[in-house]
Structure formats: C-alpha cells, structure tokens
Antibody
Framework: EVQLVESGGGLVKPGGSLRLSCAAS????????MNWVRQAPGKGLEWVSS????????YYADSVKGRFTISRDNAKNSLYLQMNSLRAEDTAVYYC???????????????WGQGTLVTVSS | SYVLTQPPSVSVAPGQTARITCGGN??????VHWYQQKPGQAPVLVVY???DRPSGIPERFSGSNSGNTATLTISRVEAGDEADYYC???????????FGTGTKVTVL
C-alpha cells in the first residue's frame, strides 16, 4: 500500500525558514516523480514544485521560485521542501503527491499524503 | 500564465447527473486530470488523461475534453459525491502545473 507521510510543518515568523519532509513507503520511491502542492485555508489547490525520479528535472511555481528548494533522497525514500524567506501568503497545508512514473511533466498525481500545516505569522 | 476556470458550485439531486466544466485556452490539446477533495481530506485522483479512471473509481465518473472545455461527468450522483473537484493540466509553455479554481458539488 502506498503511503506518503508529511512532517515538519509548524508556526514560523515571516522571513523564517522551515524544512518539510515526506516519507514514502509501499512503492519503489526511486522510480517515481514527486510533487508538492499546497492549499491555503479555505482556498483551492496550488502546485508548488515537482522533481523527477532522478532529480534531473525540477520545476517551481513562480510564487516560490528562488525561495523554496525541492530535493529527494532515494536511499531514504524521502522527499523534501526547504522553504526560506517565508511570507504570510505561504500559510497553507502542504501535500506531497506521487506521479505515475519517472517523468515529471504532464503527469497526474496518483497518491497524496495527508498534508502538514505551515503557518507564517508574527 | 495559463488559467483554468471552473464554476464555483454545482448542485444536483441524488440520482441525477452532475457536469463540471474546466475552461482553458485550447485545453483540448492538453491532458486533463481531475481530483475529488472531501472536507478535511487530501485530494483523490478520479480521472486522468481526459477520460481514464484509476482503479477503484466508480464508472459513474467520466471525463471528456475538446476545444476550450474539459468536462467531468458524475452519473447517478450519490450523497457521498459531495466534495470539491479540481481539474489540472501541465502547461508546457511555462513548465508549470496548473489547477483549476475548483467546483463545490452539492447533493440536494
């Protein structure tokens, strides 16, 4: 059974940093692209970033480019999102989601974790 | 940037058919994916590549895509279908994923 468990969320002050993790199990992690999607309270889904299975291809939403860094450790079956220079508008539940294969572009997100809440406030 | 527009809400009686549209410039040339999200839960994929269903998703869920509009159709609507629904595409001109604005389906 595919399982994706996010962690690392919490309360952080504007300008601060946070590192999210997503622990994957139940599938061969190194063979699948991974993604981060966020959802602000009461709002819709917003794509944040995607990474291919071998980390060769990485993409970011304009709203986070230059502040967030996606990475993965295939040996540890883990996905990460390093978030710097956080702003109030980054407040959201952050989901990790699995793609259907090695490619990262144009794919659906087959499985999602339950999310971790990030609150940016002074 | 590429924009996907959905109606904010759709209301349907049990047993009837709900149609949720997703509008975008020449969306018919893209692969569209649809997600269902119930309150307090993570999204679930219900249709991918315009009209394919993941295993475990009822045949009542179907999709189509042509021109400037993609449509998710839910036949024989049940109370358990009440949720928010989002469409998604990959915009190759910007190398970005885009989600639609979301549609809340209410079962009367």
């Amino acid at each position: 059974e595919v399982q994706l468990v996010e962690s690392g969320g919490g309360l952080v002050k504007p300008g601060g940093s946070l590192r999210l993790s997503c622990a994957a199990s139940g599938f061969t992690f190194s063979s699948y692209s991974m993604n981060w999607v966020r959802q602000a309270p009461g709002k819709g889904l917003e794509w944040v970033s995607s990474i291919s299975s071998s980390s060769s291809y990485i993409y970011y939403a304009d709203s986070v480019k230059g502040r967030f860094t996606i990475s993965r450790d295939n040996a540890k079956n883990s996905l990460y999102l390093q978030m710097n220079s956080l702003r109030a508008e980054d407040t959201a539940v952050y989901y990790c989601a699995m793609g259907p294969g090695i490619a990262v572009a144009g794919q659906e997100f087959d499985y999602w974790g339950q999310g971790t809440l990030v609150t940016v406030s002074s | 940037s590429y924009v996907l527009t959905q109606p904010p809400s759709v209301s349907v009686a049990p047993g009837q058919t709900a149609r949720i549209t997703c509008g975008g410039n020449n969306i018919g040339s893209k692969s569209v994916h649809w997600y269902q999200q119930k309150p307090g839960q993570a999204p679930v994929l219900v249709v991918y590549d315009d009209s394919d269903r993941p295993s475990g998703i009822p045949e009542r869920f179907s999709g189509s895509n042509s021109g400037n509009t993609a449509t998710l159709t839910i036949s024989r609507v049940e109370a358990g279908d009440e949720a928010d629904y989002y469409c998604q595409v990959w915009d190759s001109s910007s190398d970005h994923y885009v989600f639609g604005t979301g549609t809340k389906v209410t079962v009367l």
